[in-house]
């Protein structure tokens, strides 16, 4: 099974800041089959980026994903209200498909 | 619009059985792998098991294999997760997740249900 490890657990940032979020596989990942997802109290998760980079349908560009091989980065620029939530990266490449444990964005 | 619509959940005893059940509108649901997701409370994300179009390859979560059993009925658009020797650990809101556009096996989740509460407690 393939653990993912994000960091930090928690980053206290203002609107119109930058954030960096980072996601770290036990074992190599294939670019195709990484996502984030974003996830508000009491919601279901979204999906913000899929393989890796690719954005999904109706997310703003101020989210962008890199990365490869064992290290993923979620970027989010210019912070703004709503995107104060948690985040979570997933490989469905191989199976069981994982999560990491989360990253809460918060308010500074 | 794709809904997802997700039932059955409630509270039941350790050892006990539970049928959940999603409804899937708005896409062509017979074309897709479909998911289940669980989160427990207040924490991440699990992905549960998934099943092929027309059923006939199912995949597992190490923790619940042998006691839940996805199937799907694409004559009425739903997918079902039955668990069975439920135990405290399997407390949680379970999701139905499909994706959007990708008929493979490994896609991401596009769309989410608003997911069902079962708890397992005496």
């Known amino acids: 099974e393939i653990v993912l490890t994000q960091s930090p657990g928690t980053l206290s940032l203002s609107p119109g800041e930058t954030a960096t979020l980072s996601c770290r596989a036990s074992?190599?990942?294939?670019?195709?089959?990484l996502a984030w997802y974003q996830q508000k109290p009491g919601q279901a998760p979204r999906l913000l980026i899929y393989?890796?980079?690719s954005r999904a349908t109706g997310v703003p560009d101020r989210f962008s994903g890199s990365g490869s091989g064992t290290d993923f980065t979620l970027t989010i620029s210019r912070l703004e209200p709503e995107d104060f939530a948690v985040y979570y990266c997933?490989?469905?490449?191989?199976?069981?498909?994982?999560f990491g444990q989360g990253t809460k964005v918060e308010i500074k | 619009e794709v809904q997802l619509v997700e039932s059955g959940g409630g509270l039941v005893q350790p050892g006990g059985s539970l049928r959940l059940s999603c409804v899937a509108s708005?896409?062509?649901?017979?074309?897709?792998?479909m998911s289940w997701v669980r989160q427990a409370p207040g924490k991440g994300l699990e992905w549960v098991a998934n099943?092929?179009?027309?059923?006939?390859?199912?995949y597992y979560v190490g923790s619940v294999m042998g006691r839940f059993t996805i199937s799907r009925d694409n004559a009425k658009n739903s997918l079902h997760l039955q668990m069975n020797s439920l135990r405290a650990e399997d407390t949680a809101i379970y999701y139905c997740?499909?994706?959007?556009?990708?008929?493979?096996?490994?896609?991401?989740?596009?769309?989410w249900g608003q997911g069902t509460l079962v708890t397992v407690s005496s």
């Open positions: 997740a499909s994706p959007g556009a990708e008929v493979e096996r490994r896609a991401p989740f596009d769309y």
């Open positions: 708005g896409f062509t649901f017979s074309s897709f792998w």
């Open positions: 099943i092929k179009q027309d059923g006939s390859e199912k």
């Open positions: 074992q190599i990942v294939s670019t195709r089959y």
């Open positions: 393989g890796a980079s």
């Open positions: 997933q490989q469905y490449g191989s199976s069981p498909w994982t």
